[in-house]
Structures are given as C-alpha cells and as structure tokens.
C-alpha cells in the first residue's frame, strides 16, 4: 500500500539554523500539506500546497517558513532560522484531487537546541 | 471558523468494554468529519469518515462513529476494547477540498487488563 514517507525521523539543530524537512506524498496526489504538533499539544495546520503554490495557511506559518515541490515526488518545508519554540514533530500529508481524507507520514521530531 | 472539542483528554476503559470517545464540532458550513488515532511515535492513522453519506461511519478495528447534527456531534465507538487499541486518538473537522483539518486536542485511550 502506498504511503507518505518523511526525513529524517529526527532533527536536532542550533536556534538560529536552518532546517530542511523533506516528504514524499503519495505518488498519484496532488494536495500536499504540513502540520505540526508540539509534545503534548493537539496538531496544528500549517499550509497546503496545490498546483505548485500555496492554497491555504495558518498564521503559525510566518515568513520564516516557506514550502517548496523541488520536483515531482518531494515536498519540503523550510525553516530559515529556527527558535526554540519551533521544536515539535511534523507531519506531512497528501490526499487526491476530490478525496477528502488526508494520509499522513510518520513524522519528523525537530528538536531546537 | 472550525473547533474541535474532546472531552476527557484521558479514558481508561477495562479490556472487552465498550469504548466511547467523545467529539463535539463546530463549523459555519457542512463539515467533513474524521476520527485519526496515534500509535506511541507513529504517525497519524485515518480510522474513519464523514463526508455527507451515512450518518453512522464504519471504520478499521472496529470502531464505528455517528454524525449527528443536533447535537454536532460524532462520537467513535467500539463495541469491545482490546489491549490494542491503546493509543492516542484525535477527531477533526474540514470544510473540505484541500482545506487543512482542525484538530481536537486528543484523548489518551487507555485499556486496563
């Protein structure tokens, strides 16, 4: 069975850095999305992403992010200088044109030191 | 707007009883509904939806929910819990399309032997 697939599992990096997180949607999807879940607290929407351009975000996704399709199969969200309080696990997920249901990936736990 | 809300952040059920998450919604226009659950450190996992069809939805495991629209409600249910099912489970609320979900903060479900 398809499935969404990120990297890598774990980021550590120094307030301040920048960070790359990297995601496969589904190969025959055309929405693409991220989210983020701080430990303990619900998960958030960030931004969804179609027809290579942003559809929707939140207002967690401040100019410091910013998200990019660099080629057919990845999806990537970009963090230019991160704080401590970007730590969180992220998810990306995807869905078809017309599908409702949004299939997630295993996550990527950020960790700003 | 659109809120989710969960009550019990946690619910401790015995093995074999019947489990009942609870989820109230509300959304300015006809909201799709979806229950996810959690594993420990594992993504996010479509257990089952709403999308204007039946009102009762059947999902994976077992489990079963109820859209019911005076009460905006859509609890999940499951007739017999199994040790298995312990994991986090989140429900969600989106208008639609390529909108992002909103998520409920979570109910820890927890099965006592």
């Known amino acids: 069975e398809p499935e969404v697939t990120q990297t890598p599992s774990h980021q550590v990096t120094q307030m301040g850095q920048e960070v790359i997180l990297r995601c496969v949607p589904i190969?025959?999807?055309?929405?693409f999305y991220w989210y983020r879940q701080i430990l303990g607290q619900k998960v958030e929407f960030l931004v969804s992403f179609y027809n290579n351009e942003i559809s929707e975000k939140s207002e967690i996704f401040d100019d410091q992010f910013s998200v990019e399709r660099p080629d057919g199969s990845n999806f990537t969200l970009k963090i230019r200088s991160t704080k401590l309080e970007d730590s969180a696990m992220y998810f990306c997920?995807?869905?078809?044109?017309?599908?409702?249901?949004?299939?997630f990936g295993p996550g990527t736990r950020l960790t700003v030191t | 707007a659109q809120s989710v809300t969960q009550l019990g952040s946690h619910v401790s059920v015995s093995e074999g009883a019947l489990v009942l998450l609870r989820c109230n919604y509300s959304s300015s226009v006809p909201p799709y509904l979806f229950w996810y659950v959690q594993y420990p450190n594992q993504g996010l996992q479509l257990l089952l939806k709403?999308?204007?069809?039946?009102?009762l939805v059947k999902g994976i495991n077992g489990f079963e929910a109820e859209f019911k629209k005076s009460e905006t409600s859509f609890h999940l249910t499951k007739p017999s819990a199994h040790m298995s099912d312990a994991a986090e489970y989140f429900c969600?609320?989106?208008?639609?399309?390529?909108?992002?979900?909103?998520f409920g903060k979570g109910t820890h479900l927890i099965i006592q032997p």
């Open positions: 709403y999308t204007s069809a039946a009102t």
């Open positions: 190969s025959n999807h055309l929405y």
């Open positions: 997920a995807s869905n078809r044109d017309n599908s409702y249901e949004q299939y």
């Open positions: 969600a609320v989106s208008p639609g399309g390529a909108d992002g979900l909103t």
